[in-house]
């Protein structure tokens, strides 16, 4: 299947510092990535969907000026969490829609990224 | 899209075939069944999907009843590397979709 990469894998960083995650679809073209939060213990939870070249769609609850999202090219998504606070602690995911021959699309996921917030 | 509904959990012994049950009795005549699977601290792996017919690769097969309301995920040779979250999932194919999670079937693979 098509890969999906997130840098950095894992994050510690000071409580009202941003942190920039990346994902990247590597041997296909994604013209939308999505983004997910997981706590622990709990499932996937989607917080926006990027699409290249516009403004991301943010789901209900989730703070855009707080989760800033940019789909700049189609390989690259980048997500970052501006003034970081412990409860932003989480595992953070994104994923790659790719437009396969038959027709049907299919979502790759990247590894995730582990934040911790101090 | 349509509701899923799967296990809480399941545990298989290793060698044997694991079979993962999914409901979707709503689903529509365009939404396709989509398979992941989380390994713990990993991000979900891609299985199978299919819209009504039986699939099979390399990972997996997939069984769709013929009305379509209900599936089977077939690991047909279980290890202890397939312990992990099954999802299930609803999606209309070739247009705009966001996968929504539910919590899942936990596969436990017992040596």
């Known amino acids: 299947g098509a890969v999906v990469s997130q840098h950095p894998s894992r994050v510690i960083c000071k409580s009202g510092t941003s942190v920039k995650i990346e994902c990247r679809s590597l041997?296909?073209?994604?013209?939308?990535m999505f983004w997910y939060r997981q706590f622990p213990k709990q499932s996937l939870m989607l917080m926006a969907t990027?699409?290249?070249?516009?403004?991301?769609?943010?789901e209900q609850g989730v703070e855009k000026d707080k989760f800033l999202i940019n789909h700049a090219s189609l390989t690259l998504s980048t997500l970052t969490v501006t003034s970081a606070h412990p409860e932003d602690s989480s595992f953070y995911i994104c994923?790659?829609?790719?437009?396969?021959?038959?027709?049907?699309?299919?979502?790759?996921f990247g590894p995730g990224t582990r934040l911790t917030v101090l | 899209d349509a509701k899923t509904t799967q296990p809480p959990s399941m545990d298989c012994a290793e060698g044997r075939a694991a079979n993962l049950p999914c409901n979707h009795s709503?689903?529509?005549?365009?939404?396709?069944v989509y398979w992941y699977r989380q390994i713990h601290s990993q991000g979900p792996q891609y299985i199978i999907h299919g819209l009504k017919n039986n699939e099979t690769n390399e990972m997996a097969s997939l069984i769709i009843t013929e009305d379509r309301k209900s599936s089977t995920l077939i690991l047909p040779h279980a290890t202890l590397r397939d312990t992990a979250v099954y999802y299930c999932i609803v999606l209309i194919s070739g247009g705009y979709q966001k996968v929504t999670f539910g919590t899942g079937t936990k596969l436990q693979v017992i040596p």
């Open positions: 994923s790659a829609r790719e437009l396969g021959l038959t027709r049907t699309d299919t979502q790759y």
């Open positions: 990027s699409n290249e070249g516009s403004k991301a769609t943010y």
């Open positions: 709503t689903i529509s005549g365009n939404e396709y």
């Open positions: 041997d296909f073209q994604a013209t939308t």
